[in-house]
């Protein structure tokens, strides 16, 4: 039975630490779908909209050979609707989810549809934010 994954992120201004989390959830899935949250829930999040659009975002995860299919996410934080639509057996994140209020949330939602989460490590070095706030002290 093929396993199918689903990496949901904004990758706004897409960086090595995007590539790795898709890199490694490949490693573990034969289908993997690249949820790009939608411009109007990364402003309801973050209180701010993305420096790249959605339709630009999702055209980057859609040109990568790692994504098989790239699905717009307007979910926010629960992670169960989008499940509803693409039923999907792993939900890769980044490990500053793992031990949190929202990763515990997420783990418990998932768990009762038989979905698991699977964290990978964080790319400290390079993130969008750390890319906003450099390109907004020297612009």
Not at 61 to 70: A, E, I
Not at 110 to 135: K, M, N
Request: net charge negative; glycine share 8%; charged share 25%.
């Amino acid at each position: 039975m093929a396993v199918t994954g689903y990496v949901p992120g904004v990758y706004d201004m897409f960086h090595i630490g995007h590539l790795n989390i898709l890199r490694r959830a490949r490693e573990q899935c034969d289908v993997l779908i690249a949820g790009a949250v939608t411009d109007d829930v990364v402003e309801r999040t973050k209180g701010r909209r993305p420096v790249v659009p959605l339709s630009e975002r999702m055209e980057i995860l859609s040109s990568l050979t790692v994504v098989d299919h790239v699905a717009a996410d307007d979910c926010g934080a629960d992670k169960l609707p989008m499940w509803q639509r693409l039923h999907f057996d792993l939900l890769f994140k980044g490990d500053d989810w793992r031990g949190t209020p929202k990763g515990d949330q997420l783990e418990a939602s998932l768990r009762a549809v038989g979905a698991d989460v699977v964290y990978f490590p964080y790319t400290e070095t390079t993130s969008s934010t750390l890319l906003r706030d450099l390109i907004t002290a020297h612009g």
